[in-house]
Every structure is written in structure tokens, then in C-alpha cells.
């Protein structure tokens, strides 16, 4: 991957960061740089797990067999996941023969408790042909929970074994996922504890699926491994591309700029937008920093995809507020090429198109817009895949990690909780009525009671 940070500093774009700003910080990136090394979050030592890979190995030969794969999970247990999917696997993956896969299985991921879309996928497969990964470290979360209790109940009213056909992925030690396993002694696979959910699609939460699909998940570790190891070799922050571009939004958020897009110009890289969302908003949207401040830190991360929304979102980009970073993604070598034909050439209104490739189209397009935001003053920089492989992906994975790390040292906040996210399980399961939420039934009763309705 290539960073193009041109259209994000001043002189090139009015009233952006400069590099002195930049070097303001640099001394507080260093303390951040020297804070990695010393003391490396969970996401890195995962890393190192060989002997956890190989199981993960072993289970993908097991489960291989199936005609499908379906992944129960939410949020950090399914966003990996769709990233990997999208990114390295056919666009049109679950339609392909099993002879074009490769005798690999179709993959779905159940990652809503949306009804009618839990009865199209279960009306997708036939369930004695399918193998189900239960995603959840604590075993706890509703959506999954709901979801698995929907597959066991569909299995043994069909007189299927679930031990044959499930797997689950949780804590090591904690949790009902877990104490079911041992019981029923069905299959299992361990979510480092030092991992939280937004950050372990490279741990055994993202490499099974991958696994059982065909993917090198040795590629995509290396990919990881070689990102943060480049962005650790490095004290200099202006040569650093992590410290910054930890830097750029860091300081345009501080003036203003709380909006971050990222836009990609390839389809298969959109579902990578969709992972750092998750992973931009849980890390840094927190009220208050580690010694108790509120700052009501983040920026609200938006997704965008090129060219599609240069016909949706980039008028207002382009002419409304002034308060968007935007990251585009751009690919040099797209794994397939279709030419243009040289038709209607007598015609000057398409002749400049005739005998054009579309990778070339699509890459001017990202320019164009680059540079349109630029004249317009808004701050955008681009990333640049030399093309999209298992190694690159991972590539990326490591680099975001590290970037939304380096961010939440420079706002002061803790970026691996998420406590916003844990109110709403607590009322969800208060509403629900499960048994010990009583109290905090009784808190939104009399939240409710106090309300004034105003329903048409």
C-alpha cells in the first residue's frame, strides 16, 4: 500500500494542517510509538499464534466438506468476516458451482436478528449440508444468542447431531458458548481475552471462515505482521504513514473536520469500509478521556464507493459544510480488465472513451475527484493497493488497527471499550426481562414515565 497525504497538508489545500502542526504533536506521537513497543496491544500478539492457526487449519479441513458455511455472529464477529469475504472472494462467491469454488463451501454470515433476513439464508441451505460458526467471546450477546437457539432448535427438528454441524468461537474460559462445549464436547475455538471484537478479524473469529473458503490466512497474517512492523520501524513522524495520518485526523478533527470518509474506488474493497466503521466509531466515539474530561472524542465515520457516489454523496462533499476528511482507496491492478470497445468513434461526444479500459476509467474518475475536492478546500488523501491479495488485505487490517490506536493515545482515551455499546445491551436485556436486570427494568420504567409521547 501507497499513502498520498498531498491533498491533506497546507499549500496545497486552503486552510489545511501544515507540517508544523504536525511536528507540534510529534513528541506526543514518539511517547505513543515508545508506549506500542514497550507494552504491544492484544491485536499484535495474536500475531505470533501459530500453534492457535493450526488448529484453525484443521477445523477449515473438517468443516471443508460442507456445501455451506454459516457464520452466526455480530458486529466484530461479522464485520471481519464480510471484509474478507468481499475483498478476496468472488463478488458472486455463494452462485458459483462447487467445482468453480473449488469443492470450497458457500459462506454466510446471519449477522442481524432481522427475521426476514435470518428465513432467507435458512431458506438458502439445506441444514444437513451446512456447518455453523457461533461467534460470540462472551457469550452473552442477544442477536447471536437468538440466532444460534434459531440453528440448534432448525438441527434437531430435523433430526440432525449439532455436535456434527457446529462450531464455536468464544472465550477460553468464560461464558455459556463455552460451558456448552465442554458439556456436549462440540467443537471450539478460543478468542484471545486481550482481543476485543472490532479488533480480532485476524485472530480465530476471521481466519476460520477464511480458512474453510480458501483463503491464505498465512497471507493475510504476514500482510499484518509486516504493516505494523513497518510502522514500529520508524520514529520520524513525517516518514512514518501511521503517526501521520494519526496526526491529520487528529487535527482536523480538533478543527472541525468530525466527519471521516473513506471511499473506495473498487467494489470488492467497500466491505472494508464497512470493518473500519465499526472499528473508527467503537474505538474513538467515548465521552470522557482516561483521567475523567469530557470531550465527547471521534469523528463519525461515513462509507462511500466510487464511482457510485460521485452521483450521491459528492455534491454535498464537494459544496456543503466543510467538516469531512475523506480517505479515498484506489487499486492499480484490478484482477480483471475490460477494454472499451472502439465503437462510435465518428462520435465526439464518446470517442474519448473508445478503446479505453475500465481500470483506467475508474482510477481517472478518483483523481478527478481528488482534485475537485481539493480546489474546493477539502482535505482528502489516498491509499493505493498495488493490487488486492490476502497479503494486502492484511496489510490493511494491521495499519488500521495501529492508525485508530495511535489516535485514541492522542485524544486520551481508552480505544479498546466500548461502555455507549453496553447501555444498550443492558436495556435491551431489561427489556426483555431476563432474569437479574429487574433494577434496570425498573430504571426505563420511569425513564418512559417521564416521557411526554408525541406519536402521529
Keep these: 500500500m501507497k499513502f498520498d497525504f498531498t491533498n491533506a497538508i497546507r499549500g496545497n489545500v486552503e486552510n489545511g494542517i501544515s507540517i508544523e502542526n504536525i511536528k507540534s504533536i510529534s513528541g506526543k506521537l514518539h511517547d505513543f510509538l515508545e508506549s506500542f513497543r514497550q507494552s504491544p496491544p492484544g491485536f499484535v500478539k495474536v500475531l505470533d499464534g501459530s500453534s492457535e492457526r493450526g488448529k484453525v487449519l484443521e477445523f477449515a479441513e473438517k ?3 460442507f456445501q455451506n458455511f454459516v457464520v452466526v455472529g455480530i458486529g466484530g464477529s461479522a464485520l471481519g468476516i464480510q471484509a ?5 472472494l468472488s463478488l458472486r462467491w455463494n452462485s458459483l458451482s462447487s467445482e468453480e469454488r473449488d469443492q470450497h463451501p458457500r459462506l454466510f454470515v446471519m449477522d442481524n436478528v432481522d427475521p426476514e433476513h435470518i428465513a432467507s439464508i435458512l431458506e438458502e441451505i439445506d441444514p444437513s449440508e451446512t456447518a455453523f460458526n457461533i461467534i460470540s467471546k462472551s457469550g452473552s450477546t442477544a442477536e447471536t444468542m437468538a440466532n444460534y437457539m434459531i440453528v440448534r432448535g432448525l438441527l434437531e427438528s430435523r433430526g440432525i447431531d449439532p455436535k456434527s454441524h457446529l462450531i464455536f468461537t468464544t472465550d477460553p474460559n468464560e461464558g455459556v458458548l463455552r460451558k456448552i462445549s465442554i458439556d456436549e464436547e462440540i467443537s471450539s475455538l478460543e478468542i484471545p481475552p486481550s482481543v476485543g471484537g472490532r479488533f480480532s478479524v485476524l485472530t480465530p473469529v476471521g481466519l476460520l471462515s477464511s480458512a474453510v473458503t480458501g483463503i491464505d490466512i498465512e497471507a493475510l497474517v504476514d500482510g499484518a505482521k509486516e504493516s505494523i512492523s513497518s510502522f514500529l520501524s520508524q520514529d520520524d513522524t513525517l516518514k512514518n504513514s501511521v503517526l501521520f495520518n494519526a496526526a491529520i485526523h487528529y487535527l482536523y478533527s480538533k478543527a472541525g473536520k468530525r ?4 471511499m473506495p474506488y473498487s467494489n470488492a474493497l467497500y466491505t472494508l469500509a464497512d470493518w473500519y466503521r465499526q472499528l473508527w466509531a467503537e474505538s474513538l466515539g467515548k ?3 482516561l483521567t475523567g474530561e469530557v470531550i465527547n472524542a471521534g469523528q463519525t465515520p461515513i462509507k462511500a464507493l466510487g464511482t457510485i457516489d460521485q452521483h450521491s454523496q459528492v455534491q454535498l462533499y464537494m459544496e456543503g459544510p466543510n467538516d469531512k476528511i475523506i480517505t479515498f482507496l ?3 491492478k484490478f484482477r480483471k480488465e475490460i477494454d472499451i470497445p472502439k465503437v462510435h468513434e465518428d462520435r465526439k461526444e464518446l470517442s474519448y472513451l473508445a478503446g479505453a ?6 482510477n481517472t474518475e478518483q483523481e478527478a475527484t481528488a482534485l ?3 480546489e474546493k478546500g477539502k482535505p482528502n488523501l489516498t491509499i493505493t493497493f498495488d493490487e488486492i491479495n490476502a497479503f494486502e488485505v492484511g496489510r490493511f487490517f494491521g495499519y488500521y488497527e495501529s492508525l485508530v490506536t495511535a489516535m485514541g493515545y492522542l485524544y486520551g482515551i481508552n480505544p479498546f471499550d466500548q461502555p455507549g455499546v453496553e447501555l444498550g445491551k443492558l436495556n435491551t436485556y431489561a427489556l426483555m426481562k431476563k432474569d437479574g436486570y429487574e433494577s434496570q427494568r425498573k430504571h426505563i420504567e420511569e425513564v418512559k414515565g417521564k416521557l411526554q409521547p408525541f406519536i402521529m
Excluded at 474478507?84 to 478476496?88: E, K, N, T, Y
Excluded at 466527519?259 to 473513506?262: A, T
Excluded at 479500459?357 to 475508474?362: A, H, N, P, V
Design 259 to 262: 466527519i471521516s470518509v473513506m
Design 357 to 362: 479500459d475500465m481500470s483506467e476509467l475508474i
Design 372 to 374: 475537485a475536492l481539493l
Design 84 to 88: 474478507i469475504q468481499g475483498a478476496l
Design 330 to 332: 484506489k487499486v492499480n
Design 287 to 289: 465521552e470522557r478521556t
Design 63 to 65: 468443516f471443508r466438506k
